[in-house]
């Protein structure tokens, strides 16, 4: 699975791996009842290198659907397009988050004000920006943001609180590796699950992004937001 990886990151994913119980990273390496599966959850890693890296982006988990979760948090693998000639595309319209952040995105750029219904998205030319789920996810790795959740795998809604346990001392060696080579990094928390980083001791060096999960419609004039993510411009 490591090996899977940009070579940059063996290393530190290899210290990492290290905290599982054993028996929980036998589950890793054998079961098939999660997603995204072993060859995919640490997709985040294959294409972002650790020199490149500028940002870890901490989600909560998993989409709970195995053609959302492609091994990238917050890129919903379901959704292709992300406008229509009515605004926002029907598959960006469904995920809320998605669909609260492309209005954030939006209103950085100036074309929406306090209107961010149906009718004044129909009303933006969107042909200069970019069209597809791929290309934002490759956007956010142009600035350097790794697309991170506290648990990379999903089975059930009854079994995410034993995944993201299961995964906290990984989050923990992982923090304390980067530190030691890339100690610059910040960290960008979303929603409530996700400020549990604030309290491990390993992220207390790194500058943090703390932002409310995209899913509150608070997110799309979160003044924070628009400050981190407005100058990276990830629509064009």
């Not at 409530?192 to 703390?210: D, G, I, R, S």
């Amino acid at each position: 699975m490591i090996h899977s990886a940009d070579p940059s990151w063996h290393s530190m994913l290899e210290k990492a791996f290290a905290a599982f119980d054993p028996e929980y990273l036998a589950y890793l390496q054998n079961d098939t009842a999660y997603f995204p599966d072993r060859y995919n959850f640490l997709n985040a890693f294959k294409t972002l290198p650790l020199h490149e890296t500028k940002y870890i982006l901490f989600g909560q988990d998993p989409y709970p659907r195995k053609e959302s979760a492609i091994g990238y948090a917050f890129i919903d693998g379901k959704v292709q397009s992300l406008f229509s000639e009515n605004g926002l595309s029907k598959e960006v319209n469904r995920a809320t988050s998605l669909r609260n952040f492309m209005k954030m995105l939006l209103l950085c750029e100036g074309e929406l004000e306090s209107d961010f219904s149906k009718e004044a998205l129909a009303k933006i030319d969107t042909s200069g920006y970019i069209q597809t789920i791929h290309q934002l996810r490759q956007n956010f790795e142009k600035n350097g943001v790794l697309l991170l959740n506290m648990a990379l795998i999903f089975s059930s809604k009854e079994e995410s609180k034993k995944h993201i346990k299961a995964w906290r001392g990984f989050v923990r060696m992982f923090l304390g590796a980067l530190h030691e080579v890339a100690g610059d990094t910040e960290l960008i928390l979303f929603g409530k699950m996700a400020e549990e980083v604030e309290k491990l001791e390993e992220a207390k060096p790194f500058v943090k992004h703390v932002l409310p999960h995209p899913y509150n419609i608070s997110f799309i004039t979160n003044p924070k937001a628009h400050k981190l993510f407005g100058p990276m411009k990830l629509l064009y």
